[in-house]
């Protein structure tokens, strides 16, 4: 097997001029935190509809600070997704609350909101939505629930930079916003992250949490008067999500246009012939972070990811359901709780997508992909 062909299923798209522009930031002597992620900030805030932007060293982190914005820790519940990266439960943990999940609907793989909705309790406090491979919730339906009892909303949108409900951009409107920049992500900083806000007050004690709890003031006026950690983007980061940024309409794009011919080449026989579950073939709102299908129960995913890479296309794994790790049984979560996303969680493969990908790379894994349902 020649790995000179091999397919990734993921791939970051870094021109020569982002790769320049690293070089004179190197060259600068600013390397960390300055005037590269203040542009990066800047021009990220413009694109959310002026909303303030802060930026990180990860999408994880920024959830993190959210809830703790929120006021959220030991004693609160917050909702969220069985079926995501387990960082979106993790941190819930962190600030000492209480993970609840809600199943997933079997059509988007998102979180069910009326599963949520039923989900609340007088502890509850707040909910994480995940926008699982870059499509979003109803969000008008999201808002209304959280209107209706209350709770603050940390919308994970790690990977759903690009995407928009109703002509708008996510993160240009609801309450907390947290957006991944991980290698993988559609546009990257290598790792990094933001988080949208909703004022400037917000946006200060953000500051304040993602650089050990310091304010300063004048020359030499420093004080520490919350708990913080040290989450700062460098300017190496942002000078690549600069470069990254300038492309994100030109990458959305293209994903959408090698989704749709996914769905072509695929044809519209495939889930009948197959027994294999596509997502659903909205291509308007989703900036198509990931392709995904759920495959029928008669292979695993193990034997369908070794059998593609026989034939030099890489497969990802997004996501195992959450709440049956160990660290999550240990909690008293178990089999059978949220029966739609242990079957989604057991069979679900990304498939190839990233903005350099061909329309023949499309049909290559496409023939692949039948080839090894057919056997």
Wanted: contains cysteine; hydrophobic residues 45%.
């Amino acid at each position: 097997m020649s790995t000179n062909n091999f397919l990734p299923f993921s791939k970051p798209c870094i021109d020569e001029s982002t790769i320049a522009a690293v070089g004179e930031t190197l060259r600068s002597g600013w390397i960390t935190n300055g005037p590269k992620v203040l542009e990066f900030e800047k021009q990220l805030s413009a694109y959310f509809g002026g909303r303030p932007v802060r930026t990180f060293n990860s999408g994880t982190c920024t959830m993190e600070i959210a809830l703790r914005i929120a006021g959220i820790g030991a004693g609160d519940e917050v909702i969220t997704t069985p079926i995501s990266w387990v960082a979106t439960a993790n941190v819930i943990l962190e600030v000492g609350a209480t993970p609840v999940f809600a199943d997933v609907d079997p059509v988007t793989r998102n979180i069910d909101l009326d599963k949520l909705e039923a989900a609340i309790t007088p502890r509850t406090k707040a909910i994480i939505p995940v926008y699982l491979a870059g499509k979003p919730v109803d969000m008008d339906k999201l808002y209304a629930i959280a209107a209706r009892h209350k709770l603050r909303v940390i919308e994970d949108a790690a990977q759903a930079i690009g995407s928009t409900w109703q002509g708008k951009p996510i993160g240009s409107f609801g309450d907390f916003v947290s957006f991944s920049f991980q290698a993988n992500k559609n546009i990257t900083t290598a790792e990094g992250g933001c988080l949208v806000l909703n004022n400037a007050a917000e946006a200060a004690l953000a500051e304040k949490y993602r650089l050990q709890g310091v304010t300063r003031s004048g020359w030499d006026g420093i004080e520490v008067d919350v708990l913080g950690g040290k989450y700062n983007m460098t300017d190496i980061a942002a000078t690549i999500g600069l470069g990254q940024f300038a492309q994100l309409n030109t990458i959305t794009a293209q994903r959408r246009k090698l989704a749709k011919h996914y769905f072509a080449t695929l044809g519209k026989d495939f889930e009948k012939q197959t027994g294999a579950q596509l997502p659903p073939a909205e291509l308007a709102n989703t900036n198509w972070h990931l392709f995904q299908i759920v495959l029928p129960e008669r292979i695993t995913r193990a034997d369908f990811m070794a059998r593609m890479k026989e034939q030099n296309i890489g497969i990802g794994y997004h996501y195992a359901a959450i709440h049956l790790f160990k660290l999550y049984r240990a909690l008293g979560f178990k089999e059978g709780m949220f029966p739609i996303a242990e079957r989604i969680g057991r069979q679900i493969v990304s498939l190839p997508m990233f903005a350099t990908m061909t329309e023949v790379d499309v049909e290559h894994v496409c023939a692949a992909m039948k080839d090894v349902l057919a056997g």
